[in-house]
Each structure stands twice: as structure tokens, then as C-alpha cells.
């Protein structure tokens, strides 16, 4: 099912169904851009660390707050979202970002290639992997797949912030690739 549209200066946008799963209350967005974006790409890209692009794949994808969003030069799509309201946040923030990157291109260096560098494999091999809960989630398996998704920061595994030398290197990456420390 799809709902009407709100628009909005420069985009509306539109709150769907969620295909793969028909009784779900979230809600994927879709929102439609009033002009192309496509030669600001490789500045957004730019802009957005972690995030995946290929210059003529046309799409910058990227994981936001659990959500995955895609951005293309006509439209941008946002994964599971709950409301109206917050997806109205999402996307007057994108579509801020959007305006904030036209207006500074010439201070930005566009990016061609841009692959994130870290895997949540890669999170998972570098966690002290006790299992404790102590950050919240039933494992490191589980934790290092929130904070790959951005959905948990690193600092809440306390095994790991008691020995903070050790893991400097994992610290290093996760900034690295846009990671809130």
C-alpha cells in the first residue's frame, strides 16, 4: 500500500509498504527529487562516510541509523522507517545535505570509488568477543552487527573501552570509515 504523497519545496515524498514484509507497522520512504542531482554524486559520496559508490552505477548507498538508504540522481530511498514525522526528518535532513553540497562542490573533492573498508566480520574479529552484555545486545556478534549498522557505538562494549590501547587500531578504522567514537 502506498500513501499519498507530501510535498515539499524541492521533493515530495511517499511512505510504502514494506514488500518483503506485508505485516509490518514500518514503512520504506520514497523521495522524489524536483531536479536531478546525478553530477553532484561523486561530491556526496564524498560527503557521506561508510558509504558505497561507483561512478556510473548511479546510486550511492549507505547506512544511516539502521536504516539503508539509497540515493539517486532523481530520488532517494530510506529502509524501515516508523512514522510520518520521522520520515519527514529523514528527509528534510537529506535533502539539506543535498543543498549544503551544491553549495560548496568547489570545496569538495568528489570521490569516483568509494567502498567501505570495514565489514561487520572485520568489527566482529577485533571485539574482545566475551559475550557479556554489558553493551546491551545478546553477543558480539549481535553488538558488531549494531554497530555496523550504526544502530550501537563502539564505546558501549566496556571490555573493550578498559583496554582502549589495545584496540586503538579498531578505533582508528571505525573513524576512518565515518564511526562515531
Not at 29 to 54: H, K, N, R, W
Not at 95 to 123: C, M, R, W, Y
Request: aromatic letters at 10%; one cysteine or more; glycine letters at 6%.
Amino acid at each position: 500500500m502506498e500513501h499519498d504523497a507530501t510535498k515539499r519545496a524541492g521533493y515530495q515524498f511517499r511512505l510504502v509498504n514494506i514488500e518483503c514484509l506485508p505485516n509490518s507497522a514500518n514503512f520504506n520512504v520514497i523521495m522524489d527529487l524536483e531536479e536531478s542531482i546525478e553530477e553532484f554524486l561523486p561530491y556526496l559520496a564524498a560527503s557521506f562516510p561508510g558509504c558505497t559508490y561507483t561512478h556510473g552505477a548511479g546510486v550511492i548507498n549507505l547506512m544511516q541509523r539502521g536504516h539503508i538508504v539509497a540515493i539517486y540522481p532523481t530520488y532517494i530511498t530510506i529502509t524501515d522507517l516508523k512514522t510520518h514525522d520521522e520520515a519527514e526528518e529523514y528527509c528534510r535532513e537529506y535533502f539539506g545535505k543535498i543543498q549544503e553540497v551544491k553549495a560548496n562542490a568547489t570545496d569538495i573533492q568528489p570521490v569516483f570509488d568509494k567502498h567501505p573498508s570495514l565489514s561487520v566480520l572485520d568489527i566482529l574479529r577485533a571485539l574482545p568477543k566475551t559475550n557479556c552484555g554489558e553493551c546491551g545486545a545478546p553477543s558480539c556478534t549481535a553488538f558488531a552487527a549494531g554497530v555496523f549498522r550504526r544502530e550501537a557505538i563502539i564505546t558501549a562494549c566496556t571490555p573493550l573501552t578498559r583496554q582502549r590501547e589495545k584496540y586503538q587500531d579498531l578505533f582508528q578504522e571505525l573513524q576512518i570509515n565515518g564511526y562515531q567514537i
